[in-house]
C-alpha cells in the first residue's frame, strides 16, 4: 500500500516579470513504504519544488498530499513527520555534532536517555562516534553532510526527502556518503525521496526513477524499465542515449 500519495499537484511562483511561472504542472506519483524514489532532472524542472511541498515548506495551489491515508495539506511543517536533508548541512556553528544530531528531539522534549541512544546509534551508522564533540568548524564537508544526514536519522520520520545532498561534495566522497545512504536503507528500511540531477548517482540509488522537466513528469518507472523503454526523446537524452 503507498504510503505517500501525490494527486494532481500544482505550485507556481510569480516572478514579478514575466508573471507567474508554473513550477510543478499535475503532478500524480506514489510511493511505497520503504521504498526509494529518485526525482531526476535539469535544473529548474521542479524536483526541489515537489520536496518542498511535501515538506510543507512550500504550499500547493491545487491538488493532495497524503501520508498513509491523512491528507498533510494543512498539516504544519513540524507536524508531517518528514525529515529533510539540503543540499548545504545547514548544522548549527555553535553547537557540536551530538548537540546538532540531538536538536530536533529536544525540541520535541523527547526523554534524555531516548536521545542518548538514537544520537549513538546514528553516529555508529555514519561512522561519526569519534566526532561527536566536534563544532563544524572542526569538521570536513562531507563530515558535516553525515551529520545532517544523522540529524534526520534520529527522527525515525516515515519519509526522508534528500534534496541533492551529495552534490557540494568531490567525487570520492560522494560515493562514500552515497554508500552511508544505502546503508541506513538497509539498516532502516527508510521510506526516501531523494532529488539529484547528477544521472549516475539515480540509477545507482533508485527502486523507481522520476524524470521531470519543465515541471512535468515525463515518466516514472525502474531504472531498467525507463533504460529500455524511455517515454520519449527527451528521457533518452537525459539519461546520455543508455
Given at each position: 500500500m503507498p504510503r505517500l500519495v501525490i494527486e494532481n499537484l500544482n505550485k507556481s511562483f510569480c516572478t514579478g516579470k514575466t508573471g507567474p511561472v508554473c513550477a510543478v504542472k499535475n503532478l500524480n506519483l506514489t510511493v511505497a513504504d520503504g521504498e526509494c524514489l529518485v526525482i531526476v532532472g535539469p535544473s529548474g524542472c521542479?524536483?526541489?519544488?515537489?520536496?518542498?511541498?511535501?515538506?510543507?515548506?512550500?504550499?500547493?495551489?491545487?491538488?493532495?498530499?497524503?501520508?498513509?491515508?491523512?491528507?498533510?495539506?494543512?498539516?504544519?511543517?513540524?507536524d508531517r513527520n518528514v525529515a529533510m536533508v539540503f543540499q548545504h548541512h545547514a548544522l548549527?556553528?555553535?553547537?557540536?555534532?551530538?548537540?546538532?544530531?540531538?536538536?530536533?528531539?529536544?525540541?520535541?522534549?523527547?526523554p534524555r536517555a531516548e536521545i542518548e541512544t538514537r544520537v549513538r546509534e546514528a553516529a555508529e551508522i555514519l561512522g561519526l562516534t569519534a566526532l561527536l564533540k566536534r563544532k563544524p568548524e572542526n569538521l570536513s564537508g562531507g563530515e558535516c553532510q553525515r551529520v545532517a544526514l544523522g540529524r534526520a536519522l534520529v527522527r525515525r520520520p516515515k519519509i526522508f526527502l534528500l534534496d541533492e545532498p551529495l552534490s557540494n561534495l568531490d567525487a570520492p566522497m560522494r560515493q562514500q556518503?552515497?554508500?552511508?545512504?544505502?546503508?541506513?536503507?538497509q539498516l532502516t528500511a527508510a521510506t526516501m525521496i531523494y532529488v539529484t540531477h547528477d544521472q549516475s548517482e539515480a540509477l545507482a540509488l533508485a527502486d523507481r526513477l522520476a524524470i521531470m522537466r519543465d515541471g512535468t513528469?515525463?515518466?516514472?518507472?525502474?531504472?531498467?524499465?525507463?533504460?529500455?523503454?524511455?517515454?520519449?526523446?527527451?528521457?533518452?537524452?537525459?539519461?546520455?542515449g543508455r
Amino acid at each position: 500500500m503507498p504510503r505517500l500519495v501525490i494527486e494532481n499537484l500544482n505550485k507556481s511562483f510569480c516572478t514579478g516579470k514575466t508573471g507567474p511561472v508554473c513550477a510543478v504542472k499535475n503532478l500524480n506519483l506514489t510511493v511505497a513504504d520503504g521504498e526509494c524514489l529518485v526525482i531526476v532532472g535539469p535544473s529548474g524542472c521542479g524536483k526541489t519544488t515537489t520536496l518542498r511541498l511535501i515538506a510543507g515548506l512550500e504550499t500547493p495551489d491545487a491538488g493532495n498530499i497524503s501520508l498513509d491515508d491523512i491528507s498533510q495539506n494543512n498539516v504544519p511543517p513540524k507536524d508531517r513527520n518528514v525529515a529533510m536533508v539540503f543540499q548545504h548541512h545547514a548544522l548549527f556553528p555553535h553547537l557540536t555534532a551530538y548537540e546538532n544530531m540531538a536538536f530536533g528531539l529536544m525540541l520535541r522534549k523527547t526523554p534524555r536517555a531516548e536521545i542518548e541512544t538514537r544520537v549513538r546509534e546514528a553516529a555508529e551508522i555514519l561512522g561519526l562516534t569519534a566526532l561527536l564533540k566536534r563544532k563544524p568548524e572542526n569538521l570536513s564537508g562531507g563530515e558535516c553532510q553525515r551529520v545532517a544526514l544523522g540529524r534526520a536519522l534520529v527522527r525515525r520520520p516515515k519519509i526522508f526527502l534528500l534534496d541533492e545532498p551529495l552534490s557540494n561534495l568531490d567525487a570520492p566522497m560522494r560515493q562514500q556518503l552515497r554508500g552511508e545512504i544505502q546503508k541506513i536503507r538497509q539498516l532502516t528500511a527508510a521510506t526516501m525521496i531523494y532529488v539529484t540531477h547528477d544521472q549516475s548517482e539515480a540509477l545507482a540509488l533508485a527502486d523507481r526513477l522520476a524524470i521531470m522537466r519543465d515541471g512535468t513528469l515525463q515518466q516514472i518507472a525502474t531504472p531498467a524499465e525507463i533504460l529500455r523503454n524511455p517515454a520519449n526523446p527527451f528521457v533518452t537524452e537525459f539519461l546520455g542515449g543508455r
